[in-house]
């Protein structure tokens, strides 16, 4: 039987190397596979939680479709849209926000974690700075898989939660209105790596430590050299295993042989400037074809515009159509 995978995409900042090896390459890979009609959308008003800059907003939007297309996203097979061009979307959302308990939204924990800062800071409204939208964000995103019957929902361990309230959500909408919703269940890749950033914590744009996907090569290379390692100098051995980022780059991209080699020759003492200048090598060819695409995207966003307007309208057949049950359901219908 045909599956049905979603996932969504915040549009905030610029798309870096954790983020292809962590996300967009396997999501890539999946959306080939038989069997399968993969959903992947840019999760516009997800990202206005977290800002409020619209020219962001917009240069966001543009580089994360440009990023997905230019790595080779196939969008005739892949219905690839963006969440605002979807209006039920949040039509579904207010639906569900009418059977869904304040206490779950409690629970979730991102709006945990900010009440939790706020007690800690010694605030006295523990509500600080949280916005409905950080509050409500769950079931935003329940709405996002629900309206197009997701089966599996491929994302990262921290939004594991997110697509089980949205099953939660799924149910109690069919307990009580009849069975219209598909269960949702997330899927966390095994073998996907996380990739460390430029100063060894995780690569993320919350670290400001990233190495965006498509930069110039003088900026990659600059970037790359300013990987953070340890002290030992060229000719002692080093060892690839210990948190060693350049090292753990490379395997992300290079061959299981290429990888091997690198591994050898740094534990027979390669130093670290040359280390990082064949990791930029690498991933400077690696990207390069890919780099050129993106550039000529970013250049032509009206040609970004008629692959996202086609992805909606296709969404739309689905979303439009599970709307209308929904409302049947719940009794919104005309009077005559
Ligand atoms: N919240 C997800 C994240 O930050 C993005 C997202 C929005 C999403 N809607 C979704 C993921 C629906 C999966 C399904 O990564």
Redesign the pocket.
């Known amino acids: 039987m045909t599956k049905t995978v979603?996932?969504?995409?915040?549009t905030t900042g610029t798309p870096h190397l954790g983020n292809y090896v962590g996300a967009i390459r396997p999501a890539i890979v999946a959306s080939r596979a038989a069997n399968v009609r993969s959903f992947y959308f840019l999760?516009d008003y997800?990202a206005l939680v977290k800002n409020q800059n619209p020219e962001q907003a917009r240069q966001s939007s543009l580089e994360v479709a440009a990023t997905w297309l230019a790595l080779g996203l196939d969008t005739d097979k892949a219905v690839f849209y963006r969440?605002s061009d979807i209006p039920e979307i949040p039509e579904l959302m207010w639906i569900i926000s009418s059977l869904t308990a304040k206490g779950l939204m409690n629970r979730a924990h991102a709006y945990k974690a900010a009440v939790a800062s706020n007690q800690e800071s010694g605030d006295r409204d523990p509500d600080k700075g949280i916005t409905m939208a950080l509050f409500s964000?769950p079931m935003?995103?329940a709405a996002?898989?629900l309206i197009f019957g997701?089966n599996r929902?491929p994302?990262?361990k921290d939004?594991i939660q997110?697509?089980e309230m949205a099953r939660d959500i799924a149910q109690r909408f069919n307990h009580v209105y009849g069975e219209r919703f598909i269960l949702p269940e997330a899927v966390v890749g095994e073998d996907v790596a996380t990739l460390l950033g430029l100063d060894g914590r995780k690569m993320s744009k919350s670290y400001n430590n990233t190495i965006p996907l498509f930069v110039p090569p003088k900026k990659l290379r600059k970037l790359v050299m300013k990987i953070k390692t340890n002290s030992l100098t060229p000719g002692e051995p080093k060892d690839p295993d210990a948190d060693c980022t350049v090292f753990d780059i490379y395997k992300a991209f290079a061959t299981e042989s290429e990888t091997t080699a690198f591994r050898n020759r740094l534990e027979e003492g390669l130093g670290w400037g040359d280390a990082k200048q064949e990791l930029f090598e690498y991933l400077d060819a690696h990207l390069a074809i890919a780099r050129g695409e993106y550039d000529r995207l970013i250049a032509d966003p009206a040609s970004i515009e008629v692959v996202l307007q086609s992805g909606a309208k296709r969404a739309r057949e689905q979303s439009a159509a599970l709307m209308s049950q929904v409302r049947q359901a719940v009794g919104i219908v005309p009077l005559a």
């Not at 979603?6 to 915040?10: F, S």
């Open positions: 979603l996932t969504g995409i915040t999760a997800h969440q964000y935003l995103m996002d898989i997701a929902v994302v990262g939004q997110h697509v």
